[in-house]
Nanobody, 113 residues
Framework: QVHLVESGGGLVQPGGSLRLSCVAS????????MGWYRQAPGKQRESVAV???????DYEDPVKGRFTISRDNAKNTVYLQMNSLKPEDTAVYYC???????WGQGTQVTVSS
């Protein structure tokens, strides 16, 4: 059993920044490919960014150049630095272990003036 706990969400004005964190339980975090996903009201959950165990990253087009995913294996933590936020980034953000059933409970990000 692996538990994922996200934090760092909140209300921010357009153009602002937030940093999300996701802490994972378990001792083999470093072996996992981790992803950030988001779900806006009335929409399906969508991928945002992924990072492999080796640190390779990939981003969906809407966030390229604005978001950065990173990880600290010593802290069992994956991060999502979000800059130049837009109202359309408003969603609940989840972290996920790719290929596994584990999801966090989500953290709300609201971008509004």
């Amino acid at each position: 059993q692996v538990h994922l706990v996200e934090s760092g969400g909140g209300l921010v004005q357009p153009g602002g920044s937030l940093r999300l964190s996701c802490v994972a339980s378990g001792s083999i975090f470093s072996l996992y490919t981790m992803g950030w996903y988001r779900q806006a009201p009335g929409k399906q959950r969508e991928s945002v960014a992924v990072i492999t165990s080796g640190g390779n990253t990939d981003y969906e087009d809407p966030v390229k150049g604005r978001f950065t995913i990173s990880r600290d294996n010593a802290k069992n933590t994956v991060y999502l630095q979000m800059n130049s936020l837009k109202p359309e980034d408003t969603a609940v953000y989840y972290c996920h272990i790719l290929g596994k059933i584990y999801w966090g409970q989500g953290t709300q990000v609201t971008v509004s003036s």
